[in-house]
């Protein structure tokens, strides 16, 4: 008995339009920004390596890629490791991102079940 009042507590919440709205609000703005983040970061290194602009495009030296690309198979995590090698950033930094990642995969992925179950209440820190 007490677990059917459980689920339609859970349903009751779930359905909420204010809670709702707050939840989907939440979670779009947060994997958005979790997307520019990932943007920004590696634009911005890229642009270090910019050599001018030719025929309405900028372009790059060839050291963009033999110092960054280069790192890993993932573009933002050799920005990441170029960024690390030259202490500008470090591994607590590289672990925090790894956190918020798996946070905006589980708010991509699995966003039904959390919406019923419920946010979490905590970012990663």
Do not use: C
Not at 55 to 84: C, H, M, R
Not at 107 to 124: A, D, I, K, R, Y
């Amino acid at each position: 008995m007490k677990r059917n009042q459980d689920n339609i507590d859970k349903w009751l919440k779930f359905l909420d339009p204010e809670n709702l709205k707050g939840n989907l609000m939440f979670s779009s703005l947060y994997i958005a920004s979790f997307e520019a983040f990932k943007d920004y970061v590696v634009d911005e290194v890229k642009f270090f390596f910019n050599n001018g602009f030719k025929d309405g495009e900028f372009t790059f030296s060839n050291e963009y890629n033999t110092k960054v690309k280069i790192l890993d198979k993932s573009l933002l995590k050799a920005t990441l490791i170029w960024l690390k090698d030259l202490e500008a950033i470090d591994e607590k930094d590289i672990e925090t991102y790894d956190e918020l990642r798996q946070y905006r995969n589980k708010l991509s992925h699995e966003l039904m079940t959390l919406l019923f179950e419920g946010l979490p209440q905590e970012l990663p820190e």
